[in-house]
Nanobody, 116 residues
Framework: QVQLVESGGGLVQAGGSLRLSCAAS????????MGWYRQAPGKQRELVAH???????NYADSVKGRFTISRDNAKNTVYLQMNSLKPEDTAVYYC??????????WGQGTQVTVSS
C-alpha cells in the first residue's frame, strides 16, 4: 500500500501565499513522478504541476510563474509553493504520485480557498 499525507491547505486572501506538502510512505518502490492536481466545484480535475525523480518539472499554464514545485527524495516528499494566489485557484488540491510499473496513487485532498 501507498500512503500520501497532505498538509498546508487553508484560507488565504488574494495575493497571498500557501505551501502544500505531501509525504509518501509505505510500499513506494519505483517512485517516479510526484505532483499536484486540483478540482474546483463543477470542474474536472486538472494537473497543477509535477516533478520527476530526476527533477524535471511540468506546470499548468495557469500557474506558471506563480507556483513552484519541488521534492525531497530523501524524505519522499513533494512541495508546492503557491504565490500570488487568485480566487480562481480555489479548489481541492490532490497529491499524486506515479510508481514505475504500478501506476498512480492519490492523496485524500486538501482544500485551498482564496478570498477576493
Amino acid at each position: 500500500q501507498v500512503q500520501l499525507v497532505e498538509s498546508g491547505g487553508g484560507l488565504v486572501q488574494a495575493g497571498g501565499s500557501l505551501r502544500l506538502s505531501c509525504a509518501a510512505s509505505g510500499s513506494i518502490f519505483g517512485l517516479n513522478f510526484m505532483g499536484w492536481y486540483r478540482q474546483a466545484p463543477g470542474k474536472q480535475r486538472e494537473l497543477v504541476a509535477h516533478v520527476s525523480s530526476g527533477g524535471s518539472t511540468n506546470y499548468a499554464d495557469s500557474v506558471k510563474g506563480r507556483f513552484t514545485i519541488s521534492r525531497d527524495n530523501a524524505k519522499n516528499t513533494v512541495y508546492l509553493q503557491m504565490n500570488s494566489l487568485k480566487p480562481e485557484d480555489t479548489a481541492v488540491y490532490y497529491c499524486w504520485t506515479y510508481l514505475n510499473l504500478r501506476g498512480a496513487y492519490w492523496g485524500q485532498g486538501t482544500q485551498v480557498t482564496v478570498s477576493s
